[in-house]
């Protein structure tokens, strides 16, 4: 149900230096998803009336990729003055006049934190009657973080930042995860006040809470269950441990849809796959993107499919394939290179060594060995036979190849295109197709063989090769 009194801050203006990257941090993908795609695809779980995220950091970059992942939020910019304080003073200033309920501040790039942690601190927020609610945890190593400091009665008292505590504050284990509820009216009314008179010269966020406390106003914090829920990704290690953490997630929950996975830790699965009952996935299998497998299908070991779907019961054995169809029942690889545009009809087969582009194979069509199949498009029950080849670009244009039904072409053949085979029509072994072939023909352009009998023996007379056909031909007439 939406909720009228809500609204959402997202804080996307920080810089992420560690992250040592030419793409902005929050947009490194996880698990298919850009960081901060997370993080709004939870504010949206909370059905807020408003949604505001902070951008200045690679402000274009940051925005279109938000507003894109969510056309409903209000993107604004931070101005020069640096801090999270002055990051929510200029979001607040973009909600709407009459608009006076609870504020949530998240960060955009602690992207494992879920709507029902933020649900409850919500809730927790308002059964109390503090101004603030805090998320907070107790981390082991608390380097880099504020630190909750709580008065005798158990309120927080203040938030010190690592750099401004002093060595007793060090010690304390509660952290500041950086997502808190407000009541908009007193956030208001304090962040004004805020100055930058710390070691980093910011406006920080984080002394509303001791200026709330001055003020009279009751501050609260809620330690989050467990701690991986806010860890944030500064750098690359960072960013692994939470993609190994989400991925350990989005697995257990297609094992307990009755998929069968059979090595978790080598088997990464993007959130926008969907996976049918009974499909069995094998080591170092990757399903990237908006990728789509049918019920009892079984997929590698080492495949990676990116924005596939792969129909019930097909078989597809270490293989690389982008934006291609496999139909139910069909088998693909070991070793087949699907590039986009290939579909393959039901109980078709693309085998060992193959690779295939922008190409139709009809239903139980065949392209089993050593073959490239490029713009082409085959009919039902076709076989084409090893080493088949489309020469399908003539070094100015890319040109179709039509092969019809219940066609048998030989082994090694090249088929020039654009060219057409008819059904039912057979090619000879080693055939290069330059002419159209009717239904129903044999093509053969291999000129017939000439044996020329004694050839080695007369012209490499002392060599091993020229004693084999010696022995070989003694007593034959050869002649
Ligand atoms: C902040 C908190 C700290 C907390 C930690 C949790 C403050 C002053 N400190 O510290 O208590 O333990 O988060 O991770 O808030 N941002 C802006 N504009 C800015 C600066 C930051 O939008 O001017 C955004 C960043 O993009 C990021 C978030 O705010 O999403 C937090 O900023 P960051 O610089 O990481 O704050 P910390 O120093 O980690
Ligand atoms: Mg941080």
Request: charged share 20%.
């Amino acid at each position: 149900m939406a909720d009228n009194n809500l609204a959402v801050i997202v804080l996307a203006a920080g810089q992420g230096t560690r992250m040592k990257s030419a793409l902005p941090k929050i947009l490194h993908p996880l698990a298919g998803v850009p960081i901060v795609g997370h993080v709004l695809a939870t504010a949206r779980k909370l059905e807020p009336a408003h949604v505001v995220v902070v951008v200045r950091h690679e402000r274009d970059a940051v925005a279109a990729t938000v507003t894109e992942l969510m056309p409903e939020a209000v993107v604004v910019d931070q101005d020069d003055i640096a801090g999270t304080g002055r990051a929510v003073e200029v979001a607040i200033s973009a909600l709407p006049r009459g608009f006076d309920g609870d504020v949530v501040v998240v960060s955009g790039d602690v992207p494992l934190l879920n709507a029902s942690t933020l649900s409850q601190l919500i809730e927790a927020h308002r059964a109390g009657d503090a101004a603030a609610t805090i998320l907070s945890a107790f981390f082991d190593d608390a380097t880099g973080y504020g630190r909750i400091v709580r008065a005798s009665n158990g309120y927080v008292d203040r938030i010190v930042e690592q750099k401004d505590a002093t060595l007793a504050e060090l010690d304390i284990t509660e952290i500041n995860s950086g997502t808190y509820v407000f009541r908009l009216k007193e956030l208001r009314e304090q962040l004004v006040l805020v100055g930058t008179d710390n070691t980093q010269g910011e406006k920080y966020l984080t002394d509303v809470v001791g200026l709330l406390r001055e003020s009279g106003s009751g501050v609260t914090a809620v330690p989050v269950s467990e701690s991986w829920i806010v860890a944030g990704i500064n750098d690359r290690v960072q960013l692994a441990e939470t993609a190994r953490r989400l991925n350990q997630i989005i697995v257990t929950g297609w094992q307990l849809a009755g998929v069968t996975v059979r090595d978790p830790r080598t088997t990464w699965i993007d959130l926008d796959v969907t996976i049918g009952e009974d499909v069995e996935l094998l080591p170092g299998t990757m399903l990237i993107g908006p990728t789509a497998i049918e019920r009892g299908a079984i997929i590698g070991p080492d495949t990676s499919l990116d924005s596939c779907e792969v129909g019930e019961g097909a078989t597809v054995r270490r293989t690389d394939a982008t934006l291609a169809v496999i139909g139910a029942g069909a088998s693909v690889g070991p070793f087949a290179y699907l590039r986009p545009g290939t579909i393959l009809g039901a109980d078709g087969k693309i085998g060992t060594f193959v690779e295939t582009k922008n190409s139709k194979i009809g239903v139980g069509s065949k392209v089993p060995h050593l073959s490239y199949i490029g713009d082409t498009t085959i009919g039902e029950h076709t076989n084409i036979g090893a080493g088949g080849i489309t020469a399908n670009y003539d070094d100015l244009v890319k040109n179709r190849t039509e092969i019809g039904s219940h066609v048998h072409s030989g082994s090694h053949n090249v088929f020039v295109a654009p060219v057409r085979i008819g059904d039912g029509a057979k090619t000879g072994a080693g055939t290069v197709v330059r002419k159209d072939v009717p239904a129903g023909a044999l093509a053969i352009t291999v000129a017939s063989q000439r044996n020329m009998i004694g050839w080695v023996e007369a012209n490499r007379s002392g060599t091993e090769s020229a004693a084999a056909a010696a022995a070989a031909n003694e007593g034959t007439d050869t002649a």
